[in-house]
């Protein structure tokens, strides 16, 4: 049976609300933002799962609230690709809207806008769910994302959100008995990495190097804004 969490920053201590699922759907869960600044994150973690594999999503899921909107992660990414690496999908930056204001800074920018807008939204309780679907494959896929499902849409002074995040996990590798699994960091930097596809980032099919931007906020994520492409080597 499935329960519904509520996890509430308040001084950066959680108080958690346990209540028995009353309806068929699957509950929306909330996660706070263990930093001083308070937001909220939304999931839901799809039927399909082992006790096991929740437990070590939702600690990936609690990285991704910590981390996602931290400024020096963000910072760490523009030192490394400066205005180079992005690869939008098609009518993504025209979905935007950014080109038609004054304001716009340029496609490169547009992760920043777009982790601007959900970290607003984050503040006041209306974070896009992130569903987190299983698959099984007994191959080097890790996670797929469907590509340009959330839309962060200008109107000058305002903002919207349209759409919700898409993240399949394969359990494959989520198996702590594989050799090849992975962390609950790592697992949060494959999350990110689905969510950067879901708002609509690319990277050339099987290239996961440096050369994308994408790629290298992954990795500033999983090294919390202090990633160095010589980490790699």
């Known amino acids: 049976m499935h329960r519904c969490e509520r996890f509430q ?15 068929p759907f699957i509950p929306t869960r909330i996660l706070g933002s263990q930093s001083s ?11 399909g799962f082992t006790i096991d594999e929740e437990i ?14 931290k400024v020096e992660v963000l910072q760490n990414m523009y030192r490394i690709c400066g205005t180079a690496g992005y690869f939008l999908a098609p009518g993504l930056w025209k979905r935007s809207n950014l080109s038609k204001h004054s304001a716009n800074h340029g496609k490169e920018f547009l992760l920043r806008y777009q982790l ?17 679907y299983p698959i099984y494959q007994k191959n080097e896929v890790m996670a797929r994302g469907i590509s ?21 996990l394969n359990r494959y ?23 950067l596809h879901n ?8 290239d996961y190097t440096d050369r994308w931007q994408m790629n290298i906020f992954k990795e500033c994520f999983i090294h919390n804004g202090k990633y160095s492409p010589l980490n790699n080597i």
């Open 9 to 23: 920053c308040r001084n950066n201590h959680f108080e958690r609300i346990d209540k028995q699922r009353i309806s």
């Open 37 to 47: 600044q308070e937001f909220e994150i939304s999931y839901k973690i799809h039927d």
């Open 56 to 69: 070590m999503i939702e600690n990936a899921l609690q990285i991704v609230a910590n981390r996602l909107f």
């Open 116 to 132: 601007m807008c959900l970290k607003t939204k984050g503040k006041i309780g209306q974070f896009p769910t992130i569903h987190i």
């Open 148 to 168: 340009a499902c959330v839309s962060c849409i200008s109107h000058q002074s305002t903002f919207t959100i349209e759409g919700e995040f898409q993240v399949k």
């Open 173 to 195: 590798h989520l198996n702590s008995s594989n050799e090849t699994s992975l962390d609950a960091v790592e697992w949060a930097g494959i999350i990110v990495h689905e969510m």
């Open 199 to 206: 708002l609509g980032h690319n990277h050339d099919d099987h």
